[in-house]
């Protein structure tokens, strides 16, 4: 008989900064072992510095690609109670604007690179027997789509349908794992900032006046501090409920909701 245990445990893909990082944090504040990955090989020292200087120790930090299928096989024996997918690539711009390769590129990282981890990490995980949690970090954009990120928003989608189905067939065939769903809104990551920063004017339309206008949205709304999403992503870790869905903040998330009742 398999049985939940505590998730104490836990690697968080995508923890060099933001969102990521700071839920690492506050997970060892709480006093689970965390794995924070970073993309890049020189961004290791950079996390370990930080991680340091606030005096913590239970805790690992390595390179991880999650494209390649040589790092992946890395952290399945690795004693890994909960996978926290927390991983991106921003990527700005309308179909006009990008080539497909760009577009494949984006699903590669964000979707395809993730689906293939989350696969073989609940593959070994029945092989033990051991009853463990996925998180996937999607985004109010897969809900909600944001102008000149199509491709961003229709990867957050595509999680978002995928976590969906995992969920369902999780509840139907009573499966040895939970599964939970992160719905971030804007929060002043630097992220949406990039990925904006990057759109240029474009053959087909003239864009920029709408893009200076976005800018100055995403820099109104934005929130600064990432207290109200971290909440909520380390109730998702801790939590034995069977909730599915954390958005924050709160602002944000009753937003999505009228626009879901007058557009959906």
């Known amino acids: 008989m398999l049985k939940m245990v505590m998730y104490v445990n836990v690697l968080i893909i995508g923890s060099t900064s933001g969102l990521g990082f700071e839920l690492g944090c506050k997970l060892l504040e709480r006093n689970h072992f965390v794995y924070?990955?970073?993309?890049?090989?020189?961004?290791?020292?950079?996390?370990?510095?930080?991680?340091?200087?606030?005096?913590?120790?239970?805790?690992?930090?390595?390179?991880?690609?999650?494209?390649?299928?040589?790092?992946?096989?890395?952290?399945?024996?690795?004693?890994?109670?909960?996978?926290?997918?927390?991983?991106?690539?921003?990527?700005?711009?309308?179909?006009?604007?990008?080539?497909?390769?760009?577009?494949?590129?984006n699903f590669d990282v964000n979707v395809f690179s993730n689906l293939a981890l989350i696969k073989e990490y609940l593959e070994t995980s029945f092989q033990k027997k051991k009853f463990v949690k996925v998180i996937i970090t999607a985004s109010m954009a897969g809900l909600m789509p944001v102008p000149f990120m199509d491709s961003y928003s229709a990867t957050k989608a595509s999680l978002i349908s995928f976590a969906t189905t995992l969920y369902y067939e999780q509840k139907i065939f009573s499966l040895p794992y939970s599964i939970k769903m992160i719905e971030p809104g804007i929060y002043k990551t630097g992220f949406n900032e990039f990925m904006l920063s990057t759109v240029e004017d474009n053959p087909y339309f003239s864009c920029s006046s709408f893009l200076d206008f976005e800018r100055r949205a995403f820099h109104l709304i934005s929130k600064k501090k990432y207290h109200s999403m971290v909440k909520k992503m380390v109730r998702a870790v801790e939590s034995s409920s069977s909730r599915f869905i954390y958005r924050a903040p709160l602002s944000q998330k009753i937003f999505l909701k009228i626009y879901l009742l007058l557009f959906k």
Do not use: W
């Open 36 to 105: 924070f990955t970073t993309h890049h090989k020189t961004e290791v020292s950079t996390v370990k510095e930080k991680l340091k200087k606030m005096a913590f120790k239970k805790y690992e930090c390595f390179p991880l690609d999650i494209t390649s299928s040589n790092d992946r096989k890395k952290i399945l024996n690795l004693e890994i109670d909960c996978l926290f997918c927390n991983g991106a690539m921003g990527l700005g711009g309308s179909i006009f604007d990008l080539a497909i390769s760009e577009i494949e590129k």
